[in-house]
Nanobody, 120 residues
Framework: QVQLVESGGGLVQAGGSLRLSCVAS????????MAWYRQAPGKQREWVAG???????NYAESVKGRFTTSRDNAKNTVYLQMNNLQPEDTAVYYC??????????????WGQGTQVTVSS
């Protein structure tokens, strides 16, 4: 199958930056959408940003202008550059991908998440 592994989370002061990475591996033929979600304590998981294989990206209004997502298809990797972080950005960040497997079946996958904590 496919595994997604996030990295790059940590503690940062308000106004700081972090860069998250998500690497996909497994029985991959083509990765279509790659996206980032986050979940804060007591809240539902929310969509943050997403990108198509061709490089088109979009963002939640709450992060637009501060976060940038990019991807390296050759490395099966997606990034989330987070600038001007604020305490309300504190959450577990999850990588999500829709993947066409080598069997040509398309499935969706989630990573285990990486903690981002922003102090005021």
């Amino acid at each position: 199958q496919v595994q997604l592994v996030e990295s790059g989370g940590g503690l940062v002061q308000a106004g700081g930056s972090l860069r998250l990475s998500c690497v996909a591996s497994g029985n991959i033929n083509i990765i279509n959408t790659m996206a980032w979600y986050r979940q804060a304590p007591g809240k539902q998981r929310e969509w943050v940003a997403g990108s198509t294989r061709g490089g088109l990206s979009n963002y939640a209004e709450s992060v637009k202008g501060r976060f940038t997502t990019s991807r390296d298809n050759a490395k099966n990797t997606v990034y989330l550059q987070m600038n001007n972080l604020q305490p309300e950005d504190t959450a577990v960040y999850y990588c999500y991908a829709t993947v066409q497997l080598r069997t040509l079946r398309t499935n969706d996958y989630w990573g285990q998440g990486t903690q981002v904590t922003v102090s005021s």
